[in-house]
């Protein structure tokens, strides 16, 4: 079975009229669309993050993976169609292809790590391209470069990662996510790596979603506000 896996990054905002539905109509649609959620779990690996407070324009991260498009693609629809989802619009939505590093021989536990063990309790996760001067300098040097950009980030072992290629699948080139349940040490190692050769390259890296790990059925309880 090949290793390539594909990964989507779904940011979802619900609509505030949804709110104020009667409180009834809004538990029957959190089932819905939390018995969608088990559905996708056949064909896609799933998990869930609240982003309610933290981004104005979503309330919901889903992190997915498959070994197909389509299963992203039909489950996505599936879920769209169910309950909240029809009250939902996507703000981000990012794809990517894991595949075999070309600076990584041997990834370790904290590289490409993301859907395995238990869930951290935070997941970052961001749109990256890099310029095209950094695709035209040699290899040996770019090698290099990312040399010193992975050893500031295995100085960080609380910290696990994925980097997934987008090339010809998304607008973005990679999309990068990072699982911790240390935020402020997140935030040393992002501030670290600012100041590596490593940055000249980068031409964007944002939106920057942070979300917190809950069962989807708490956060879609909780952006209701109806009794449970």
Do not use: C, N
Not at 24 to 37: L, M, N, P, Y
Not at 110 to 128: A, D
């Amino acid at each position: 079975m090949s290793d390539e896996r594909f990964v989507h990054a779904w940011h979802l905002g619900v609509d505030a009229a949804w709110r104020r539905r009667p409180a009834a109509e809004r538990r029957a649609d959190v089932d819905a669309f939390v018995a969608a959620a088990g559905r996708a779990s056949d064909r896609v690996m799933q998990h869930a993050y609240s982003t309610i407070g933290l981004r104005a324009d979503g309330d919901l991260l889903l992190w997915r993976m498959a070994e197909s498009i389509e299963a992203i693609e039909e489950t996505a629809a599936d879920l769209r169609a169910s309950g909240v989802g029809r009250w939902m619009t996507t703000t981000t939505s990012l794809v990517g292809l894991t595949r075999p590093s070309q600076y990584v021989k041997r990834p370790t536990a904290q590289e490409q790590s993301l859907f395995s063990g238990e869930r951290s309790r935070y997941l970052v996760v961001y749109p990256f391209t890099k310029s095209t001067e950094w695709y035209l300098v040699p290899a040996e040097k770019r090698q290099a470069v990312m040399r010193d950009h992975m050893r500031i980030g295995h100085a960080y072992p609380q910290v696990r990662q994925l980097l997934a290629y987008s090339f010809g699948l998304d607008d973005q080139d990679f999309v990068v996510a990072y699982e911790t349940d240390d935020l402020v040490g997140f935030q040393d190692l992002v501030r670290e790596l600012r100041s590596s050769e490593s940055r000249r390259a980068t031409v964007r890296d944002t939106p920057i979603i942070t979300g917190i790990h809950r069962d989807v059925a708490e956060i879609v309880g909780l952006i209701s506000g109806a009794d449970r």
